[in-house]
């Protein structure tokens, strides 16, 4: 009887079988029950889709479709005023301050665009640069974010644990830098984020490392137990400045701890609609994977061998092996480790390369979700046995972000 990877990897070459890699698809089942599954996570309050995750206005708009699902959160100014004016969204959180100055232009020439687009800040200085790009009295009011550091800092501040991000840390500091917008002309404060990277985007059961594995654990109940509280105090304090229309928070790794937090009105989620490698190594929830490529075999160099052509499609972040592709169909393949997965050519041993001839696919996952379409023009979407569309990716549509 054929396995549930023999019978995907089966469809996935039938659905495909007139394309020639490489190529990516998404598999639509997958891919929406990942959608309802956080939804289910996400305990009633309302998920914002992270925009960076996906990159492919169309699959963005088949999340937002869905019940539970609204808004998104951009990465950056010029993304976010493409998704507003194409029809994407009228709610656009842009994720990181921008010193975007055409971009920054565009927003203050636009009521209603100013109207659908919120700016991310952690310093007054981010204020100061709008403002040099239009004054304050020649343009609409400008939407604004505040930006809470969610990094644990125990020992007394001696270590840190999480990425780094904002400076404003504590309840103290959200509170003056709300009090600083409250006082500036041509802004309005209404949002307050805050990541929880440690959390939401560190896997607690990485393979084979249960040392590690229990260590991340314990951090992660040590830091979430203390931006609980810290998270409860800034949102307080910045209210004393200004109506919050919303407190994000989170990603796909904490989608149920941070909607548990009374403080937090919406959580955003992507990477796990697409189901990258990264998310494998989560106790708690993992991702049913949607997304994947797939690469030729074009030689057989020795036996046991096989190669395809290209593959080397390497993830962001710091260099080690969680961010290199993982071969996937047929399951037990791996990459050798003098060579990794190459630029041109990517050597493939296993048993399944002993049988792999000439002509065949082999499918990868990516080790992180949006980056996959920064490779490819256009995802092919997979239902049952065909592809039922094709859909551009931001590359596809000549839109390179960052």
Not at 44 to 68: C, D
Not at 129 to 149: I, M, Q
Not at 252 to 263: C, E, K, L
Not at 270 to 285: A, E, H, K, V
């Given at each position: 009887?054929?396995?549930?990877s023999?019978?995907?990897r089966?469809?996935?070459d039938?659905?495909?079988r007139h394309l020639?890699p490489p190529?990516?698809?998404?598999?639509?089942?997958a891919f929406?029950?990942?959608?309802q599954a956080?939804?289910?996570?996400a305990?009633?309050?309302?998920?914002?889709?992270?925009?960076?995750s996906?990159?492919?206005?169309?699959?963005i708009?088949r999340?937002l479709?869905?019940?539970?699902w609204?808004?998104?959160?951009?990465?950056t100014?010029?993304?976010a005023?493409?998704?507003?004016?194409?029809?994407?969204?009228?709610?656009?959180?842009?994720?990181?301050?921008?010193?975007?100055r055409s971009a920054?232009?565009?927003?203050?020439?636009d009521?209603?665009?100013?109207?659908?687009v919120?700016l991310?800040?952690?310093d007054?200085?981010?204020?100061d640069?709008?403002d040099?790009v239009?004054a304050?009295?020649?343009?609409?009011?400008l939407?604004?974010?505040?930006?809470?550091?969610a990094s644990?800092?125990?020992l007394?501040?001696?270590l840190?644990?999480g990425?780094r991000?904002?400076?404003?840390h504590?309840?103290?500091?959200?509170g003056r830098?709300?009090a600083?917008v409250?006082?500036?002309?041509?802004?309005?404060?209404?949002?307050l984020?805050s990541?929880?990277?440690q959390i939401?985007?560190?896997?607690?059961a990485p393979?084979?490392q249960a040392a590690?594995g229990?260590a991340?654990?314990?951090a992660q109940r040590?830091?979430y137990?203390?931006l609980l509280?810290?998270?409860?105090?800034?949102?307080a304090a910045?209210?004393?400045?200004?109506?919050?229309?919303?407190v994000n928070?989170?990603?796909?790794?904490?989608?149920?701890?941070t909607?548990?937090?009374?403080?937090v009105?919406e959580?955003?989620?992507?990477?796990g609609l697409y189901g990258?490698?990264?998310?494998?190594?989560?106790?708690?929830?993992?991702?049913?994977?949607a997304?994947?490529f797939?690469?030729?075999v074009v030689r057989r160099?020795?036996?046991g061998?096989?190669?395809v052509?290209?593959g080397?499609?390497?993830?962001?972040g710091s260099?080690?092996d969680?961010?290199?592709?993982?071969p996937?169909l047929?399951?037990?393949l791996?990459?050798l480790g003098?060579?990794g997965a190459?630029?041109?050519?990517?050597?493939l041993?296993?048993?399944?390369a002993?049988?792999?001839?000439v002509?065949?696919r082999?499918?990868?996952?990516?080790?992180?979700s949006g980056e996959?379409?920064?490779?490819?023009n256009?995802?092919?979407?997979v239902?049952g046995?065909?592809v039922v569309a094709?859909v551009?990716t931001y590359?596809g549509?000549?839109?390179?972000?960052?």
């Amino acid at each position: 009887m054929a396995t549930d990877s023999e019978n995907l990897r089966h469809r996935l070459d039938r659905a495909t079988r007139h394309l020639d890699p490489p190529y990516a698809v998404v598999d639509l089942t997958a891919f929406d029950t990942n959608a309802q599954a956080l939804v289910a996570r996400a305990g009633g309050k309302p998920l914002r889709v992270a925009s960076k995750s996906l990159r492919s206005r169309e699959l963005i708009t088949r999340a937002l479709a869905r019940p539970g699902w609204q808004a998104v959160m951009a990465f950056t100014l010029p993304e976010a005023i493409w998704l507003v004016r194409t029809g994407v969204t009228a709610d656009a959180l842009v994720a990181y301050p921008t010193v975007d100055r055409s971009a920054l232009a565009e927003l203050a020439a636009d009521e209603a665009l100013a109207a659908a687009v919120t700016l991310m800040i952690d310093d007054p200085d981010q204020l100061d640069f709008c403002d040099t790009v239009r004054a304050p009295r020649d343009r609409p009011e400008l939407r604004v974010c505040l930006d809470l550091d969610a990094s644990w800092r125990p020992l007394g501040g001696r270590l840190h644990v999480g990425v780094r991000r904002s400076p404003v840390h504590s309840a103290r500091a959200a509170g003056r830098l709300a009090a600083t917008v409250n006082r500036r002309p041509g802004f309005r404060l209404v949002g307050l984020m805050s990541y929880e990277a440690q959390i939401a985007g560190l896997g607690d059961a990485p393979p084979g490392q249960a040392a590690l594995g229990a260590a991340i654990r314990l951090a992660q109940r040590g830091s979430y137990r203390e931006l609980l509280a810290r998270r409860g105090a800034a949102v307080a304090a910045v209210r004393e400045h200004a109506d919050l229309e919303f407190v994000n928070g989170g990603g796909t790794g904490s989608v149920a701890a941070t909607s548990a937090d009374p403080a937090v009105t919406e959580v955003t989620a992507g990477s796990g609609l697409y189901g990258p490698t990264l998310f494998d190594g989560y106790r708690s929830w993992r991702p049913t994977p949607a997304a994947f490529f797939a690469c030729a075999v074009v030689r057989r160099p020795a036996p046991g061998l096989a190669t395809v052509l290209g593959g080397g499609w390497i993830a962001s972040g710091s260099a080690a092996d969680s961010r290199l592709p993982r071969p996937w169909l047929p399951t037990g393949l791996k990459l050798l480790g003098a060579e990794g997965a190459g630029e041109v050519q990517t050597p493939l041993t296993g048993p399944p390369a002993t049988t792999l001839r000439v002509g065949d696919r082999v499918w990868f996952r990516h080790a992180k979700s949006g980056e996959l379409c920064e490779r490819v023009n256009e995802l092919h979407l997979v239902d049952g046995d065909g592809v039922v569309a094709t859909v551009p990716t931001y590359r596809g549509e000549g839109r390179a972000f960052l």
